[in-house]
């Protein structure tokens, strides 16, 4: 082989291999958001829940909030968190699977009194612990830290269910 040839497959051969492996990573994050809107839809059907309501104020960073917890057995499965501040409201739903964070929906509505409205969604999969996709509206877009933060707030969620510290968990306070 002439030298050109051998760096030509060496680097058609590296190509090949990196889009190989990319394909692959694409199938199977793929397959977890599958997974993962599956389970979604499984928890939404099931109108069995025991379902706990709590409610919660904090100075700056919500008013008149609401927490709902959603339990099969005592395995929290939904977490439904609503909140306004100012102009603007919210609702987070937070879903789990087997005690783990699986997916996160947040709906925000708001704007000045004078303007008009604006409204924005999220969506963040999770699969052992780590963001496989994150979505403002119906773009992917790459994880950021508004992901982690989200993610981190529902972990923390499942134990202010006993604490009651809702504040805490959601504000930092």
Not at 66 to 71: A, G, I, P, S
Not at 81 to 92: M, R
Not at 97 to 104: C, K, P
């Amino acid at each position: 082989m002439y030298p050109t040839t051998k760096r030509i497959a060496f680097f058609a051969l590296l190509f090949t291999m990196s889009c190989t492996g990319i394909y692959a990573q694409q199938k199977t994050t793929e397959a977890g958001v599958e997974e993962i809107r599956a389970a979604f839809k499984e928890i939404n059907s099931n109108k069995t829940y025991k379902k706990e309501t709590y409610t919660f104020d904090a100075p700056g960073c919500v008013e008149d909030g609401r927490m709902e917890y959603y339990l099969d057995k005592q395995q929290i499965v939904k977490i439904k968190e609503t909140g306004v501040i100012g102009d603007g409201g919210w609702d987070t739903e937070y879903y789990y699977r087997n005690g783990n964070l699986i997916f996160i929906f947040e709906s925000l509505i708001g704007g000045p009194a004078n303007g008009p409205i604006q409204k924005s969604e999220y969506r963040v999969y999770v699969k052992d612990g780590k963001v496989i996709r994150f979505m403002d509206g119906q773009k992917i877009i790459p994880a950021d830290n508004k992901a982690a933060e989200m993610t981190a707030t529902g972990v923390k969620l499942l134990t202010a269910r006993t604490t009651k510290k809702f504040a805490e968990a959601l504000c930092g306070n």
